[in-house]
Nanobody, 128 residues
């Protein structure tokens, strides 16, 4: 099992940037697909980006492509989400999540992937 803890959320004005971090602990030696999701109260959770712990190749939802960048630091067992040119529509609680690559599923930012490890979430608020 792996435990995930997000940090780095906060408030920013439109056009600004934030960098989220997700620290993993536990069984970090396995290969995982790690992803970022976001959710606005009363709405469905949206997948944002994903990356394998063993790769630099990342995938993004169309809504954030070109503005967000996911990266990983395996030395420190940490994943990051750099968010640039933020808009009020990016306001949400952001979650990091993971599932073992042994599941056989591709590492995609899609809700039907078996993400079964979740962090507690961090609030991002973008004002006009």
């Amino acid at each position: 099992q792996v435990q995930l803890v997000e940090s780095g959320g906060g408030s920013v004005q439109a056009g600004g940037s934030l960098r989220l971090s997700c620290a993993a602990s536990g069984d970090t030696k396995r290969r995982y697909c790690m992803g970022w999701f976001r959710q606005v109260s009363g709405k469905e959770r949206e997948a944002v980006a994903s990356i394998y712990t063993s790769s630099t190749s990342a995938k993004y939802a169309d809504s954030v492509k070109g503005r967000f960048a996911i990266s990983r630091d395996n030395t420190n067992n940490t994943m990051h989400l750099q968010m640039n040119n933020l808009t009020p529509e990016d306001t949400a609680v952001y979650y990091c999540a993971a599932f073992s690559s042994a599941s056989g599923y591709g590492c995609d930012p899609k809700p039907d992937r078996p993400y079964n490890y979740w962090g507690q979430g961090t609030q991002v608020t973008v004002s006009t």
